[in-house]
């Protein structure tokens, strides 16, 4: 059964700085792999996602993932964080058979100091 | 404006109260589903619909009920709410059943059963 794991429960950085926001998966076959991010009080808000082609996938508000096949990974990264960015991020993973469930990680909470 | 929207946002009840959680999106979207948040457990799927009058479980379903009736709708039922159903509750929907589709999230449903 496919799994999404999000090492870190929080990630401080400071305004300014690059982030990186960690997701590993576990999957039989080729991934789906998606990004949401929830602000408090709001439902989750779709930042990108990989199917298949280039390894750098670029999503909204300046967030972009690189895909590393050997490393089973999907880290979401930002080269320059803004305190806006301050959020609740999950991964998560298209199964690999059958439809549309997905798959989340437990999330990690961004917090960018000002 | 494209959008899932829930109702209620908020809601605090007694255990046994039977209760409707409505989901409604307005892009004719095939795929509906639900999930609950819950702190360290990430989301986890409780029903899906791929189209109208078919539906299944997810992860989740002890408890739940769901119908799909119209394209548009897919509401979730608490035939007798317990303090464990306490939950953050998004529903989702996307245009087909297909890995490669994006799923969008309503603003969720804060339930508290007393």
């Known amino acids: 059964a496919q799994s999404v794991a999000q090492p870190e429960d929080q990630v401080n950085v400071a305004e300014g700085n690059p982030l990186t926001v960690k997701c590993t998966y576990s999957?039989?076959?080729?991934?789906?792999l998606f990004w949401y991010v929830q602000y408090p009080n709001r439902g989750l808000q779709f930042l990108l996602k990989?199917?298949?082609?280039?390894?750098l996938v670029k999503g909204s508000y300046g967030f972009e993932a690189e895909f590393n096949k050997s490393q089973t990974s999907f880290h979401l990264k930002k080269p320059s964080a803004l305190v806006s960015d301050s959020a609740l991020y999950f991964c998560?993973?298209?199964?690999?058979?059958?439809?549309?469930?997905?798959?989340f990680g437990t999330g990690t909470r961004l917090l960018v100091s000002p | 404006e494209a959008q899932v929207t829930q109702n209620p946002r908020y809601l605090i009840t007694v255990t046994g109260k039977k209760l409707t959680v409505t989901c409604s999106q307005n892009?004719?979207?095939?795929?509906m589903s639900w999930y609950r948040q819950d702190p360290g457990l990430g989301l986890r799927q409780i029903y899906y619909?791929?189209?109208?009058?078919?539906?299944d479980k997810g992860d989740v379903p002890e408890g739940y009920k769901v119908s799909r009736k119209e394209k548009r709708n897919f509401p979730l039922i608490l035939e007798s709410p317990s303090p464990n159903q306490t939950s953050l509750y998004f529903c989702?929907?996307?245009?087909?059943?297909?890995?490669?589709?994006?799923?969008?999230f309503g603003p969720g449903t804060r339930l508290t059963v007393l």
């Open positions: 892009m004719n979207h095939e795929y």
């Open positions: 989702a929907s996307s245009p087909t059943a297909l890995r490669g589709d994006t799923q969008y």
């Open positions: 619909s791929m189209n109208v009058e078919v539906t």
């Open positions: 998560a993973v298209r199964e690999n058979t059958g439809f549309q469930k997905l798959v």
């Open positions: 999957v039989s076959g080729n991934p789906y």
């Open positions: 990989y199917i298949t082609g280039d390894n």
